[in-house]
C-alpha cells in the first residue's frame, strides 16, 4: 500500500535518509487525514510537488535540513487548510524565495497566517565535515 493511501494517517514524519529520490510527489486524493507533515533531514530531495486534492486537512507543514530542496513545494498555493509553515536550518537561497511580498514563491503560502523561519542552513560548512553526501 502506497503511504498516501492510509485513510488514518493524521501525522507524519520522514526523516534522516527514510526517503531516497530526487522528486516527491503528493498526488490528488492522497493524505486525506494528514494534519501535520515534517519533512527532515532528507538529502536527496531537490523538488517537490503537491497536486491539487492533496493534502486538504493539512494544518501544520516543518521543512527542516533539507539542504538541496530548491523551492517550496509546486502546488503548495492549493493546500487552503495550512495554518503554520516552519522551515527550519534551509538554505539562504531556499529562504530568500519565500520573503514577504518580494520572493518568487511568496505567492504560494501568502495565504498562510503562521510562517516561521528559523536558523539559515550554511552548505559550505555542513559538506566540510560530510553532511548530505
Known sequence: MVLEQLLKLRFLT???QSYAEKELVCRAGGF???ESLEIDKIDEIERWVVEEGAMPMLRTLTISYCGW???LPEGLQHVKSLQELLLKSMRESFLARVREGEGEDWWM???IPKIIIQDVLNVQALAA???GN
Open 69 to 71: 530542496l530548491e523551492m
Open 14 to 16: 520522514i526523516s534522516d
Open 129 to 131: 565535515v560530510g553532511w
Open 32 to 34: 486525506l487525514q494528514l
Open 109 to 111: 503560502v501568502k495565504h
